[in-house]
């Protein structure tokens, strides 16, 4: 079965360190979607890209959160500088762009900042 | 704007039983609802995607039920198995939200009881 596939899977860093979290699609998935979640927020949706573009971007902090996406196969986010109040688990999802079709979400990247 | 409700946040039944789990959700200009589920450590799994003109939808021991003009999702899950233990969340997608956004609900825990 094609898998969103999101690295790393555990991340623990110190505060003001660089982080980076990567993801890559289901092959043929023309949107993919940023979600954190912790235990107070829920589900939130960070950003969200269709053919590589950014479309929404407007759950994110803009001072230090950034989403890209260099190619079809590679999503990233990054954090810079990292704060405590960053520990989440974050999520990757992608899906075609019909309304019908449900997204698929990866494993998550639970992320610590110390 | 769209918010979604799950209640109850936890919901503990002995095994053989069947599960009701319940969603609303404020404005009723939805695409679509879709159920996931998730487990401990693990991203979110679609179980079920109602589309705004259906009323049901049926997967095995899962059914799902909207109604759109209430607000309202039912999952039932019949004759439930410790296996079905994990969170369930609902969501929809909103008509006025750009794209294939997602709002979703805070979830529902379940614990079936061997």
């Known amino acids: 079965d094609a898998r969103v596939t999101q690295t790393p899977r555990h991340k623990v860093t110190e505060m003001g360190q660089e982080v980076t979290m990567r993801c890559q699609p289901i092959?043929?998935?023309?949107?993919v979607f940023w979600y954190r979640q912790t235990m107070m927020q829920g589900l939130e949706l960070l950003a969200y890209?269709?053919?590589?573009?950014?479309?929404?971007d407007s759950g994110m902090p803009k001072d230090r959160f950034s989403a890209e996406m260099p190619d079809a196969t590679l999503a990233t986010l990054k954090i810079q500088p990292s704060e405590p109040r960053d520990s989440a688990v974050y999520f990757c999802?992608?899906?075609?762009?019909?309304?019908?079709?449900?997204?698929?979400f990866g494993d998550g990247t639970r992320l610590s900042i110390l | 704007k769209q918010e979604v409700t799950q209640i109850p946040a936890a919901l503990s039944v002995p095994e053989g039983e069947n599960l009701v789990l319940n969603c609303s959700f404020t404005?009723?200009?939805?695409?679509?609802l879709q159920w996931f589920r998730q487990d401990p450590g693990k991203g979110l799994t679609s179980l079920l995607l109602?589309?705004?003109?259906?009323r049901e939808q049926t997967s095995g021991r899962l059914n799902a039920s909207l109604d759109k003009s209430s607000g309202r999702s039912t999952l039932y899950i019949a004759a439930s198995q410790p296996g079905d233990s994990a969170t369930y969340l609902c969501?929809?997608?909103?008509?006025?939200?750009?794209?294939?956004?997602?709002?979703f609900g805070g979830g529902t825990r379940v614990l079936v009881k061997p």
């Open positions: 999802a992608s899906g075609p762009d019909y309304s019908n079709q449900p997204q698929h």
């Open positions: 092959l043929g998935h023309n949107t």
């Open positions: 890209f269709r053919n590589r573009a950014p479309l929404d």
């Open positions: 404005d009723s200009a939805i695409y679509n």
């Open positions: 109602i589309q705004s003109s259906q």
């Open positions: 969501a929809v997608r909103p008509i006025k939200a750009a794209g294939n956004k997602l709002t």
